[in-house]
Each structure stands twice: as C-alpha cells, then as structure tokens.
C-alpha cells in the first residue's frame, strides 16, 4: 500500500526525505507511487510568500494554483507569463515546471524556463539548496536554477520558485477564427507571419479534436490573443481579420480579455477520460504540413480516433486520443512521422511510461542523478 504525506513547511519536507533517505524507502512526487513507497503531497505548501512589485519577482510554494497566483498578481497591476492564460490555471507551479509545460505566449514571451529566476530545493538527502535570485546578476554562471528544475529531472524536489514577473499590459483582445481546411489555415498563419503579427498566443485545434471533446465546432480552429498598447493591439486585429477574409476563414469570436472560446479550451490542458500529450513533438514551421497530413493518415489506417493541437506557427504540436491510454505501436509510429518531417519528440511520453533515455544528455543526466541521489529514492 502506498502511503502519502503532506508537508507544510520546507523543514517537514527536509525530514520527510531524510528519514526516507535514511531507511531507504522510494519517495515519490509528481508521479503515481509504487508498493511499499511514500507519495509526497505539495499541496500544502501553497503560499504566494512574497510578491516584490519593485524587482518583478514573485516567491512561491510549488503548491499554488496558477489561476490563484494569477489573479493575485492582477490586484497589483502585474502577470506571470505562463500563467496569463486560462490554460494552465489549475494546474500548480511545481507541475508547471517538472512536467515541462510549455508557455502558451512564448510566440512573444519566450520559454517558461526564462521566466524562473531562483529556488529553493530540498535534496533527497534532506540537504536545502538554493539557485538563482532576483536579480540577473545571480543567475549568470553555472544556470543550476533551470540544471535542477529541468523537466522530469528528479534530482530533488523544489520547495520554492523565484518568478520573473511583467507588468499587466494596456489591452488585450482575443479572435478565434476557423477554416474549413488545413491549407487555408497554414495560409493564414503564413500570412501572420510575413506581415510580422506577432499574437501573445496563437493554439490550433484541429476537427478531430474537436469531436473528442464534441464541442459542435466545425473546421480548424485557431484562437489567439494580442496584448500590448492599444493602437498597436487594434491595428493587429484588424489586420488579423484582414487575412482572415482573404483565406476564407470566419471570426467565431472577438471579445475582450482572453475570451470564452480559450476558457471552454482549456480542458485540453486538465485531466480527463481522454490522453493527451502536450507540447510533444517540434518541428519547422515549414515542415508541419508534411507532418500532419502523415498523421492524419496513419490515425485513418490505424482506425484510431486522434487529433492534434498546439501552438502551430512555433511548430510545437501536441495529440489527443479518445481513449485513457494510446496504442504503443500507434505512438512509435507517429514519432517515426516527426522525426521525417525533420522535427523531434521532447521525450515526454517515454518518461510517462517510465523508459530510460539513451544518448550522451541522458547518460549526463543518469550521473547526476547518482550524486544528487545516491540511493535513488526519488521517483525510484
């Protein structure tokens, strides 16, 4: 029988892990635990410690809730990137970082890993560590802060995350907008490019998706969100409606703030009956067609329901299934498709299921892992 603690303070997490240290019991955390093993609930440790308006940096537990981490910021003017959308709001900020959760605004923003500028980590020898800080300055040299809260890397589990905050911008509007085919849709997205319209976020949805989740929505659904001083917010809309008209497209939606259509879109990003894999495969942008069209075909040939989603003008693409869990074969098959259109898998689903990396990176990691976690109780 698995048993599960929930600490409350970094202190009771250090002992947790000694004493698990100490009598050599697997410690789990941010996965489902083993027989005979410990499961470590961060929940409790879900306190926005402080929020430094002066530096833009915001101390956290890694049990805060996104959502509730971003409406405090919104009192005081201020936002955490990967928060700002209803996408991830109900996940924490401990999952955001160990699952590897790619920033839906990192179109304009950049990665979610630019955005943490310290932490606090407690070793699984109960031993505290601290990285980073609030200024640049203390993150220069050695970038141990993003080494130890890489994604899936169990080197130690991170009590407390040093954000890098923006101010709220002046406006924000969202357009969600669909195209009866692919090629229309990859026109427009092309066209966004050329005239350099830069969105905060532009997520694809394609049909099939679509009908897992039964939403009633018919063609490629693109939904995107401009933010920034008014005037140039206005301008890029109309430009993007502009492009819209000329591939044949339709505005489903043009509302203020992120709009209803992302909010329903965002059990794409919660738990469900359904498997989803996001922020899976990357590939160019210009290699993305030839992906998708040899994906279509192998779910077709395969006679399983899947479909696709994702942050498309970036190439960062991620699958859903209408079932609990995917065919292994299908799998292999679809990462076989990424890597000939010239793109990569991140490796998130081979560490889903547990399988052991190979390569000179992992070999690195597996190293690491040895002198951090001699006697590999975490995650074991």
């Known amino acids: 029988m698995v048993q599960s603690v929930s600490p409350q303070s970094i202190e009771e997490l250090q002992q947790v892990l000694r004493t698990s240290s100490d009598t050599d019991r697997p410690t789990y955390v941010y996965r489902q635990g083993k027989p005979d093993g410990l499961t470590i609930d961060l929940s409790k440790l879900d306190k926005i410690i402080e929020i430094d308006a002066a530096n833009l940096v915001a101390t956290v537990g890694p049990g805060v809730k996104l959502g509730e981490l971003s409406g405090q910021l919104a009192k005081q ?49 109960g031993e505290l560590l601290k990285t980073g800080g609030k200024t640049v300055k203390n993150v220069t040299g050695y970038d141990f802060t993003r080494f130890f809260n890489a994604p899936y890397t169990d080197f130690g589990i991170t009590a407390k995350f040093l ?3 923006l101010p709220r911008p002046e406006t924000r509007k969202a357009i969600a907008v669909t195209f009866a085919g692919f090629e229309e849709l990859m026109a427009f997205v092309k066209d966004l490019k050329a005239n350099r319209i830069l969105p905060a976020y532009l ?22 969100e401009f933010d920034g001083i008014a ?17 044949g497209g339709t505005i489903s939606e ?11 879109w965002s059990t794409l990003y919660q738990p469900s009956a359904n498997y989803v894999l996001t922020d899976e495969y990357k590939m160019a942008f210009t290699r993305q067609a030839e992906f998708i069209t040899a994906f279509y075909e192998l779910a077709q040939s395969s ?15 991620s699958i859903a299934l209408a079932a609990p869990q995917p065919e292994e074969a299908f799998i292999q098959a679809v990462i076989k498709a990424v890597t000939q259109a010239g ?25 690491a892992k040895a002198a951090f976690d001699p006697k590999q109780i975490l995650n074991r």
């Open 203 to 224: 997520l694809w949805i394609d049909p099939s998706v679509q009908g897992i989740y039964q939403t009633g929505i018919q063609g490629h659904l693109a939904l995107l």
């Open 77 to 125: 003017g201020l936002r955490f990137i990967p928060a700002d959308t209803p996408f991830y709001h109900s996940r924490t900020v401990g999952q955001l970082f160990y699952e590897g959760c790619s920033n839906p605004s990192s179109l304009k923003y950049g990665y979610t890993k630019h955005f943490l500028m310290g932490s606090e980590i407690v070793l699984p020898t």
């Open 254 to 264: 043009a509302a203020e703030d992120c709009g209803q259509t992302a909010l329903t």
């Open 231 to 247: 005037e140039e917010v206005s301008e890029q809309c109309r430009n993007t409606t502009a492009l819209t008209t000329k591939h």
């Open 163 to 165: 954000l890098k905050l």
């Open 303 to 317: 006679r399983i329901k899947a479909g696709l989603f994702g942050q498309l003008a970036e190439g960062k693409l």
């Open 343 to 367: 793109g990569i898998s991140s490796g998130k689903y081979d560490r889903l299921t547990g399988k052991r990396g190979s390569g000179v990176l992992a070999e690195l990691e597996q190293k």
